[in-house]
Every structure is written in C-alpha cells, then in structure tokens.
Nanobody, 124 residues
Framework: QVQLVESGGGLVQSGGSLRLSCAASGLTFSGYGMGWFRQAPGKEREFVARTSWNGGITYYADSVKGRFTISRDNAKNTVYLQMNMLKPEDTAVYYC?????????????????WGQGTQVTVSS
C-alpha cells in the first residue's frame, strides 16, 4: 500500500532552520505532484508548498515565500521542505501529500495520499 513517512521535525528557536523529508513507497513517485501542508492547533490544514512531478515547477504560500524551499529526488522517492528563518507562527504539524495531478494543487482535497505528519515547534 501507499505510505508517506515524514521526518525531520523538532524544536527550533526563532530564526533557525529545519529540513523535513517525506519518503514515499507503494506508488510511482515520479507520476505525482507533491505538496506540503501544515495544521496548527485549532486551525484548518493549510497549503505550504507544492512541486510538479519532476520538480521543475514549485509554488508557495505567501506566508513562507522566500523562506521555505520544496524539492524532490525522484531517484530516492523523497520530497523535502527546507525551512529557514523560522518564526513562532510556523509552529504546526507538517504533512506531505501526493496528488495525481502532476503539478500538485493548493487544495488539500485534490491530494490522494497523506503522511502521518511531523511536529515543528518554533520558540520565540
């Protein structure tokens, strides 16, 4: 079956960096657009970033543009989220997701598979 497993979350001070990874199995990874979403306590799950099937096209939420970078390695079936200049408002559970839409989507209901999430906590 399809599995998406995130890793790399943790506790970091404001201004610091983290790199999240999401390892995929059970699907033809290069055929899927990949996205990162996050959900803070009491809030809706929101779009963070997405990449096309080959990594050639990327999109970001305005709140993370210029600070976060999404990338993928199709040889390793892995998508990454490099997060720099972290802020306390970035604190959330971060989820990766796979979409049959080759360019991904900003909308969570257009993703077919989800990981279990990894906690990111940014202290002030």
């Amino acid at each position: 079956q399809v599995q998406l497993v995130e890793s790399g979350g943790g506790l970091v001070q404001s201004g610091g960096s983290l790199r999240l990874s999401c390892a995929a199995s059970g699907l033809t990874f290069s055929g899927y657009g990949m996205g990162w979403f996050r959900q803070a306590p009491g809030k809706e799950r929101e779009f963070v970033a997405r990449t096309s099937w080959n990594g050639g096209i990327t999109y970001y939420a305005d709140s993370v543009k210029g600070r976060f970078t999404i990338s993928r390695d199709n040889a390793k079936n892995t998508v990454y989220l490099q997060m720099n200049m972290l802020k306390p408002e970035d604190t959330a559970v971060y989820y990766c997701a796979a979409s049959g839409r080759q360019y991904g989507s900003d909308y969570k209901d257009q993703y077919d598979y989800w990981g279990q999430g990894t906690q990111v906590t940014v202290s002030s």
